[in-house]
């Protein structure tokens, strides 16, 4: 692995992504010197990269400030790109739900303030994950995400939240209203919002300490709306069960 001067591809993000990647191979204690020597680059660009890294906490410095090691910003990059695991017994307890339910049944858990599709229906699969995963306000999962936080705006886009049908909520104080409500009713629901002609209802399945961590997600053609709302109890059982499977 060797230096070259940036250009596309090649720019300030690449090499810091390549500091990074000798560090982590080199392992805790990895010198600047190791650095420019492994990748042939300029000393004055790596401690230019070095010390941009160590500023944003992508790197520490070691103890004795003659080294780096990874720091914990990218434990959260790690955490994001890891799909999230479900332990057998609680996709056994969905499979089982699935059995006797007539509507689409997905887990889809909450991760650094985003959605995850943890367990999907492979009987009825996501038309419309990439949007319901860019745009949490559109969906039923998404709002009770963003209901459990205690400041959702830093989630949502600063522009003007994206209309994915005509009954997309996009005015904030709307939003926030829903969100108030989704806090004191336990659940979110989102009828032809994210995708025309369907409609889903979910439920929190929360940690010890009562925070949810995930949704569990029915879903169905929106005029069935209200036999997919038949399912809430025994959903909201399951939720309940799935709490010490997944927490």
Do not use: W
């Not at 994001?80 to 057998?88: G, H, R, S």
Request: aromatic residues 4%; proline residues 6%.
């Amino acid at each position: 692995m060797s230096y070259r001067p940036s250009h596309a591809g090649q720019g300030p993000a690449s090499n810091s992504l390549r500091i990074l990647e000798i560090v982590a191979r080199f392992g805790t204690g990895t010198t600047a010197k190791e650095i420019t020597d492994a990748l042939q680059m300029p000393q004055a660009t790596a401690y230019r990269l070095i010390n941009a890294l160590v500023a944003d906490e992508y790197l520490v410095r070691t103890s004795d400030l003659r080294g780096f090691a990874l720091g914990h910003a990218i434990s959260g990059l790690i955490s994001a790109a890891t799909p999230p695991t479900v332990p057998t017994a609680a996709r056994n307890a969905i499979t089982e739900f699935r059995s006797g339910n007539r509507f689409a049944v997905h887990l889809i858990m909450f991760r650094n303030a985003s959605l995850r599709i943890a367990d999907e229906d492979r009987d009825y699969p996501l038309q419309s994950s990439f949007e319901m995963l860019r745009n949490p306000h559109a969906s039923a999962a998404g709002k009770l995400m963003l209901a459990e936080l205690n400041d959702s705006v830093p989630v949502l886009p600063r522009s003007r939240l994206t209309k994915l049908t005509p009954n997309t909520i996009t005015d904030s104080a709307q939003l926030d209203e829903q969100l108030a409500q989704i806090r004191c009713k336990g659940e979110a629901s989102d009828i032809n919002e994210l995708e025309e002609g369907v409609a889903s209802l979910a439920l929190p399945v929360r940690h010890a300490d009562g925070r949810a961590g995930a949704a569990l997600c029915l879903s169905g053609p929106s005029e069935r709306f209200d036999a997919i709302c038949e399912h809430a109890d025994a959903a909201r059982h399951l939720a309940l069960q799935l709490e010490p499977l997944l927490f």
